[in-house]
């Protein structure tokens, strides 16, 4: 993987650069095998720059790395917002927007667990959170718009982190222990049906 000897950007053109710079940050990160591969000097050789020039916009490669995860949050986002509309019921449209978030583990391994390795969620993370919350609401015939209750918040929480274990247990195509048996798809639509079961069940129990 060998970047290309880059012209340089006209003056006030530093975040054209800095694009670039994660542009091939994301390259090298899609072609290792873990992190350790991923390095100041590969991100700056595959985008043609010197190491030096990555620093005139990124602290240390740590910095390089939470602005792809960034990025990869609003890709997943994006996937999401494309693969729902196609539902032609609530449910489908949350079951399509859960396989788009674990289709992209699949696809982008590393980047994912980049994605998934921060102190605290980052403002795309946290509107992916919200996207499964709004889905999950509709699905349980609630208002979507409707600002979530600690219930549905609960329910949409334990739905997403049931999500990521599917993510990371099934990033490859080979099986892994309780998911041999069955498919992505199989175990995604349990675990919706199941969430939606139980915020169903909430909104009906009787408040004390």
Not at 111 to 126: H, Q
Not at 176 to 200: P, Y
Request: aromatic share 4%; proline share 4%.
């Amino acid at each position: 993987m060998a970047g290309s000897t880059r012209q340089r950007n006209v003056r006030g053109q530093g975040a054209l650069l800095r694009d670039e710079i994660l542009a091939a940050a994301i390259r090298v990160v899609d072609s290792s095998a873990s992190t350790n591969e991923v390095s100041l000097r590969s991100i700056a050789r595959e985008a043609g720059i010197s190491n030096m020039s990555v620093y005139a916009h990124f602290d240390s490669r740590e910095d390089v790395l939470a602005a792809v995860a960034e990025l990869s949050w609003d890709q997943v986002n994006r996937d999401i917002a494309e693969q729902v509309p196609s539902g032609k019921t609530r449910r489908e449209r949350l079951l399509l927007g859960c396989r788009a978030y674990v289709a992209f583990a699949q696809r982008f391994p590393l980047r994912y667990v980049l994605m998934v390795k921060v102190d605290e969620i980052t403002p795309s993370a946290r509107q992916a959170l919200e996207v499964v919350t709004r889905g999950l609401l509709a699905a349980g015939g609630m208002d979507p718009d409707s600002e979530p209750g600690p219930d549905a918040q609960r329910v949409a929480a334990a739905l997403s982190v049931a999500l990521h274990g599917v993510a990371m247990l099934h990033r490859t195509d080979t099986p892994h222990l309780w998911m041999s048996d069955f498919s992505t798809c199989e175990i995604i639509q349990t675990m919706v049906d199941a969430a939606i079961l139980q915020l169903e069940q909430t909104a009906a129990a009787p408040r004390p």
